[in-house]
């Protein structure tokens, strides 16, 4: 900690070029030694990781699969369930949570039946979700939005309670109404919580989807042997005992979780401008 | 600017009548009495300064005030009608800022008239008036996040005057300003008063501040709170810090309120309050400086 602490100012006063610091060059170079580390231990069959396909070897399983259209079916499939539960989870999630921030009475009626569902792992739920729903993507659009919904729902909570109380005895004072408070005050407050609780929330349904697919299978449409699904493309790379193809399959998914931060990141930037100044 | 827009328009005063007030916190195993039969008047169209050991319960005098709270027992009254809940007449700067840092400048500036639906032509030109008096002109489209310490202490008294209250309550709002900026605050807010005269009620623990600013000193008790000495401040405005320095009535008024305040915060002291304790320390420095 000590030590982290003293390297700024030693930074300071031994100036670098300043191509070498921008954030883009560095995450090039974090990638690019993880990658040389990974073909190396392949190569050299270090134990462990040594029996993961060498990345060069993954590329060349990737490079066919980008004019494969049943490859970007799945990237299409994964995401509109994502997308799909997501939403969900936020139109619920958001008036829920602020329901239970607003009115004491809710939450003491609603809370605890949510902090006995909460632990309840999502995969847990597809079975039942399998059972409850009448298609198999609403079955795994269900799972998804449980997969988000309380992340969401608890930052919304907790952002509406940390709002400071002096906002709420200025605003009374100049003569808010109760609407014009929730209005101007509370959603304006706890706008910064809710994209934390997306920006959590999102990376989550990410972990489900691929589960939930796996498990419920691809669900229709199966255009290529690398349709239904990146889950299911990881899964039906197994049976297949391509490995790798299960490692493209999971890069996809990091990279298809990266760009859905990414996108939260900008848009939570867009909704709370006065934030962007700190 | 239009000429007809002035600070002046549409000011009532008001005057703040508190009896017998008592104030208690805590369950039956653990009460504190933290304001015991206070009584005072904050008088019309005046700048009434309250002083007092840190922890005295002058910031539940401001809860009851504002009407954040209730008191358990006692009244209190704006222009002889009962105070009940929080209201425009009677609006509160805080400690520290609490402007909406989600509004701009002119967004905080308008939040009042906007809650109540009442934006205008006259008072966006208010609106427009106020923010080139408190110097903001160029900060109209900036978040709070963006202003200086000062700069967000006098948005928030924009934010406040547009309302036109009765009393301005103010609670330490010039605290954590750095000395210079503070002094400045000091000069700029007295020149605003003494334009306006609206009755203003403000709380300090910086005996200096106090001088500088008060028609009326209120020198208050330890905990539990009362007025402990009323005195009249009465120096010539408008009122420079270096000719306060030189003044002897202003000195005069100084030593006797420091000897009272001393006199109670050793009362603290002796039940081993920290905070007590600090403010002794604090206070000897400045009497040796002067």
Redesign the interface.
């Known amino acids: 900690m000590s030590a982290v602490v003293a390297s700024a100012p030693a930074q300071a006063l031994r100036p670098r070029p300043a191509a070498w610091r921008h954030p883009a060059l560095r995450a090039v170079i974090s990638i690019a030694v993880f990658l040389a580390f990974w073909e190396l231990a392949s190569r050299l069959k270090w134990p462990w990781i040594g029996q993961a396909p060498a990345p060069s070897v993954v590329l060349d399983a990737w490079v066919p699969l980008l004019r494969d259209q049943g490859y970007w079916y799945s990237w299409l499939q994964s995401s509109r369930r994502v997308v799909s539960g997501f939403v969900a989870a936020m139109l619920v999630g958001i008036p829920l949570g602020l329901a239970m921030a607003t009115s004491r009475r809710f939450h003491d009626l609603t809370f605890p039946t949510f902090e006995i569902l909460r632990p309840v792992p999502p995969l847990a739920w597809v079975p039942a979700a399998i059972i409850f729903w009448p298609t198999q993507e609403l079955s795994i659009g269900f799972v998804i939005f449980l997969g988000a919904i309380y992340t969401i729902m608890l930052n919304v909570i907790g952002g509406a309670r940390s709002i400071?109380v002096?906002?709420f005895?200025?605003?009374?004072?100049?003569?808010?109404?109760n609407w014009?408070i929730f209005r101007?005050?509370i959603l304006?407050?706890v706008?910064p919580s809710i994209v934390i609780g997306m920006e959590v929330g999102i990376g989550i349904t990410w972990n489900v989807v691929v589960a939930a697919e796996m498990i419920s299978g691809g669900g229709g449409a199966i255009q290529s042997r690398a349709g239904g699904g990146l889950g299911f493309f990881i899964w039906n790379s197994y049976i297949g005992g391509d490995y790798p193809l299960i490692v493209v399959g999971m890069i996809s998914i990091g990279i298809a979780g990266w760009i859905s931060s990414a996108v939260i990141r900008r848009l939570g930037i867009l909704v709370?401008?006065?934030l962007r100044?700190? | 600017m239009s000429e007809a827009v002035s600070l002046r328009a549409g000011i009532q005063p008001g005057e703040i009548q508190v009896s017998n007030v008592f104030k208690d916190y805590g369950d039956a195993r653990f009460r504190t009495t933290v304001v015991k039969d206070c009584s005072f008047t904050i008088e019309r169209s005046k700048l009434t300064v309250m002083i007092g050991p840190s922890g005295c319960g002058k910031s539940t005098l401001i809860r009851l005030l504002?009407?954040?709270e209730r008191p358990d027992s006692g009244s209190i009254l704006l222009n002889g009608a009962p105070v009940s809940?929080?209201?425009?007449d009677?609006?509160?700067l805080?400690q520290e800022s609490?402007l909406?840092?989600?509004?701009t400048t002119w967004d905080n500036i308008l939040?009042?008239p906007?809650?109540?639906g009442e934006v205008t032509r006259e008072t966006t030109e208010m609106a427009e008036f106020l923010l080139n008096k408190v110097g903001l002109k160029d900060f109209r489209r900036k978040?709070?996040?963006?202003l200086s310490g000062g700069m967000q202490r006098r948005a928030e008294l924009a934010?406040a005057m547009i309302?036109n209250p009765a009393v301005m309550i103010l609670d330490e709002p010039f605290r954590g300003l750095d000395a210079m900026t503070k002094e400045l605050m000091w000069e700029y807010y007295s020149r605003l008063f003494e334009e306006t005269r609206r009755t203003n009620f403000f709380v300090t623990t910086d005996i200096d501040e106090a001088i500088f600013l008060a028609d009326r000193l209120f020198i208050m008790s330890n905990i539990p709170t009362q007025v402990r000495a009323a005195l009249e401040i009465d120096i010539p405005r408008p009122r420079t810090q270096l000719a306060l320095v030189e003044n002897d009535r202003a000195n005069e008024i100084k030593m006797q309120a420091l000897s009272i305040l001393h006199e109670e915060a050793m009362k603290s002291f002796s039940r081993g309050s920290k905070a007590a304790a600090d403010f002794v320390e604090a206070y000897s420095k400045r009497v040796a400086k002067t």
């Open positions: 400071d002096r906002y005895q200025a605003a009374r004072s100049m003569g808010s109404s014009d101007r005050i304006p407050g706008l709370t401008p006065w100044l700190r | 504002a009407g954040f809940g929080p209201a425009r009677r609006l509160v805080f609490a909406f840092p989600w509004m939040y009042g906007r809650a109540r978040y709070p996040m963006q934010r309302n």
